[in-house]
Structure formats: C-alpha cells, structure tokens
T-cell receptor, first 111, second 112 residues
Framework: GEDVEQSLFLSVREGDSSVINCTYT??????LYWYKQEPGAGLQLLTY?????DMKQDQRLTVLLNKKDKHLSLRIADTQTGDSAIYFC???????????FGKGTRLSVIA | GAVVSQHPSRVICKSGTSVKIECRSL??????MFWYRQFPKQSLMLMAT?????????EQGVEKDKFLINHASLTLSTLTVTSAHPEDSSFYIC????????FGPGTRLTVT
C-alpha cells in the first residue's frame, strides 16, 4: 500500500529556518498536505499543494514538491518557539480516499 | 480555514458504559467524515470513513459493533464507543472533508 515517510525529530534555533522533509510512494498522489499538531490538540491544516505544482509559498511557509522523486518539503522561515509542534505530511489521490499520513516530525525550537 | 468542532473535549467514564462523541463541520458541508484514533507519540490511525446517509466503512481490525458511527447530516457525525473498556482510552479525532480535509480538536477518552 501507499507509504509516507518523514524523519521523526528536528531541532532548530529560534530565528533559523526549519526544513521538514517527506517522501511518499503513491505515484497517483494528487493532494499533498502539511498539518501541525500541538500537544493535546487536533491537527491544523497548514498548507497543501496540488501535484501539478512545484512550489507554494504562504507567508513564512514554503512547500516544495519534487514529483519525480516523490519528495515534499516544508520550510518555515524565521522559526519561532510557537512553531514547536509535530508536523504531519499526508497525501491522497483524487478519489474519495482517506489521507495517508507520515508518522510526524517533532520540531523543537531552541530559544 | 474551515472549522470542525468536537464535543466533548474530554470525558472520563466507567468501564462498561457507552460514550458518544460529536463532530460538526461549522461553516461547510462535509461530503465525507473520518474518525481517527491516536495513541501517545504516534501518528493517527484511521478507524472509519463515513458518507452522509450511508453506512460507515471501517478499517481492518476496527469493530463496527463497538465503534458505532452515525453520519446523520452533512454537518454532523457521531462516534459511540459502546461498552467501553480501559484499552479504549485514547485520543479520538474526527475530520471533515469538502475540497480539503479539516480536523477537529480531538476528544480525550479515559475509561476507568
């Protein structure tokens, strides 16, 4: 079945950029997402990208998609302590199928 | 972005009782709703997918008689954990989809 992989931990200093990487196996992926989860909370949709796009930027967030390598990244510019959370990569195809999630990357921001 | 609410946010119940969790899409109509379970420090585990007016599709290993899902309208789905046991204690998260997929804040269930 489809699989989504991400590194489990990332630590950065406040003010630096964070880059969280994700790889997926489903070649028919149409939508790719980044969600943020803070302790004890649900998932917040941060951003998403369609598979026909290479890049999407929204304020401090930049998503890059390399469809050939099935690689997705999320860059957070000027990382703040409030960005500390778990970030989930997820994908789905164009049908009404469930999201396939990665295991999440725990981002720790050091002041 | 779109808002999904869940109630209650936290519930403690005795073993053998049933608990109902509500999930509502507040500002959009959700063609499909999903129920997930999350164990500590783990990713989300999909339990079931439900479309309004039809029976839910359960993932392998999820007991449909234990986790009853009712998707009565395009803005409301409920999950009832029947005859709850301590091993059902978990964080339950619902999700609603129109064009994109949005998540509720989660319900922490503790069965004593």
């Amino acid at each position: 079945g489809e699989d989504v992989e991400q590194s489990l931990f990332l630590s950065v200093r406040e003010g630096d950029s964070s880059v969280i990487n994700c790889t997926y196996t489903d070649s028919s992926s149409t939508y790719l997402y980044w969600y943020k989860q803070e302790p004890g909370a649900g998932l917040q949709l941060l951003t998403y990208i369609f598979s026909n796009m290479d890049m999407k930027q929204d304020q401090r967030l930049t998503v890059l998609l390399n469809k050939k390598d099935k690689h997705l990244s999320l860059r957070i510019a000027d990382t703040q302590t409030g960005d500390s959370a778990i970030y989930f990569c997820a994908e789905r195809n164009s049908g009404n199928t469930p999201l396939v999630f990665g295991k999440g990357t725990r981002l720790s921001v050091i002041a | 972005g779109a808002v999904v609410s869940q109630h209650p946010s936290r519930v403690i119940c005795k073993s053998g009782t049933s608990v109902k969790i509500e999930c509502r899409s507040l500002d959009f109509q959700a063609t499909t709703m999903f129920w997930y379970r999350q164990f500590p420090k783990q990713s989300l585990m999909l339990m079931a997918t439900s479309n309004e007016g039809s029976k839910a599709t359960y993932e392998q290993g999820v007991e449909k008689d234990k986790f009853l899902i009712n998707h009565a309208s395009l803005t409301l789905s409920t999950l009832t954990v029947t005859s709850a046991h301590p091993e059902d204690s978990s964080f339950y998260i619902c999700s609603a989809r129109d064009q994109q997929q949005y998540f509720g804040p989660g319900t922490r269930l503790t069965v004593t």
